[in-house]
C-alpha cells in the first residue's frame, strides 16, 4: 500500500537517487529473481540469530522490489508476465524469511514465538491472496493497509532495533484485520457486482422481448 500511496511520485524519488538504475544491463525480471536470492541469504541469517545480518539482506532485497517495477516502466517493458513473476516470487521470498525466522524460534526452543512466526506468515499469505482473488472479479481492489511493503518495513525494523517479537506481533494482528477486511469488503462489492449483473441481463432480456413482440 505504500508505493501505491506514493504512485507515481515514487518512481521519480527512485530515478532521482538512483538515475543510472535503467544503464544497469539488468533486466526487471532479473532484478526480481536477485531479490529472492537476497531473501534466501537473509533467511539463513534469520535462522541462525543472526539478525543485524538478516535484515541488511531484507534491505537489499527489498531494494530489488522496489527497483524492478520502476525499471520495467522507466523501459517500457511491463507486461502481464513480469507481473506475475513478480507476484510469485514475492510469495516466494516472504516464504524463505519466515521459515528462517521459524527456525531461529524453534531453535531457540521459543514455541511460543514459532507459533507467532506461522500466525505472521499465515496472515500475511492470506493478505496478499484476498487481494488477488477478488481482482479477478472486480479488478482493481486496494482495501487494506497491511501491504507487502509495510511487513518487510517492520521485520527490517524489528531485524536492527532487536525488536524482532514486537514486529511480527504488529504484522500478525494487522494482516489477519486486513484479511478480514478484505474478505467483508469484497464479498459485498462482488454481490452488488453480481446483482448488477443479473439487473442488466432482465433488463436486456426485457428489451428483446418488447423488441420481438
Not at 515514487?10 to 529473481?33: A, C, E, G, K, Y
Not at 533467511?43 to 539482506?57: D, F, H, K, M, R
Not at 521470498?93 to 507467532?116: I, K, P, T
Request: hydrophobic share 50%.
Amino acid at each position: 500500500m505504500l508505493k501505491e500511496r506514493l504512485g507515481s511520485s515514487f518512481d521519480r524519488v527512485v530515478h532521482s537517487l538512483l538515475p543510472f538504475l535503467t544503464r544497469v544491463p539488468i533486466s526487471p525480471d532479473q532484478w526480481t529473481l536477485l531479490g529472492v536470492g537476497f531473501s534466501a541469504l537473509a533467511a539463513g541469517s534469520l535462522a541462525g540469530g543472526s539478525l543485524l545480518l538478516g535484515g541488511g539482506w531484507m534491505f537489499c532485497a527489498g531494494f530489488c522490489d522496489i527497483v524492478d517495477g520502476a525499471i520495467a516502466r522507466a523501459r517500457n517493458e511491463q507486461s502481464p508476465a513480469g507481473a506475475f513473476l513478480d507476484s510469485t516470487l514475492d510469495r516466494l521470498s516472504d516464504l524463505l524469511v519466515f521459515a528462517g525466522l521459524g527456525y531461529w524460534q524453534a531453535a531457540s526452543g521459543e514455541l511460543g514465538g514459532l507459533l507467532l512466526v506461522f500466525w505472521a506468515l499465515s496472515g500475511s499469505l492470506l493478505t496478499s491472496y484476498a487481494r488477488a482473488r477478488a481482482e479477478v472479479e472486480l479488478g482493481e481492489f486496494r482495501v487494506g493497509w497491511m501491504e507487502r511493503s509495510e511487513r518487510c518495513l517492520l521485520l527490517i525494523a524489528g531485524a536492527w532495533s532487536g525488536w524482532m517479537i514486537a514486529a511480527l506481533w504488529i504484522i500478525a494482528i494487522g494482516s489477519t484485520l486486513t484479511s478480514l477486511q478484505r474478505v467483508v469488503i469484497a464479498r459485498r462489492l462482488l454481490r452488488e457486482h453480481n446483482a448488477g449483473r443479473r439487473s442488466s441481463v432482465r433488463d436486456a432480456t426485457a428489451t428483446s422481448l418488447k423488441e420481438a413482440s
